[in-house]
């Protein structure tokens, strides 16, 4: 499993996964449910892989991290 994942790219899912997270344990109703999406990206930063940019060849790790 090779990086496919940059610096920028991790930080911003973790931002994302943070804050659907804060959604799970802040928001209201039955919708707050969907905070649990926030373990995704949580998951993809800490892994520095994402599947679906596997996929679709994507990729936004440096070239010399991808060796």
Do not use: H, Q
């Amino acid at each position: 499993m090779k990086a496919n994942l940059g610096g920028v790219d991790r930080a911003l899912r973790v931002l994302v996964g943070l804050a659907l997270l804060a959604w799970l344990v802040l928001g209201e109703g039955a919708a707050r449910w969907w905070g649990l999406v926030g373990f995704i990206p949580l998951l993809t930063a800490l892994a520095g892989f994402c599947p679906l940019y596997r996929l679709f060849g994507l990729s936004t790790c440096p070239l010399s991290a991808r060796i």
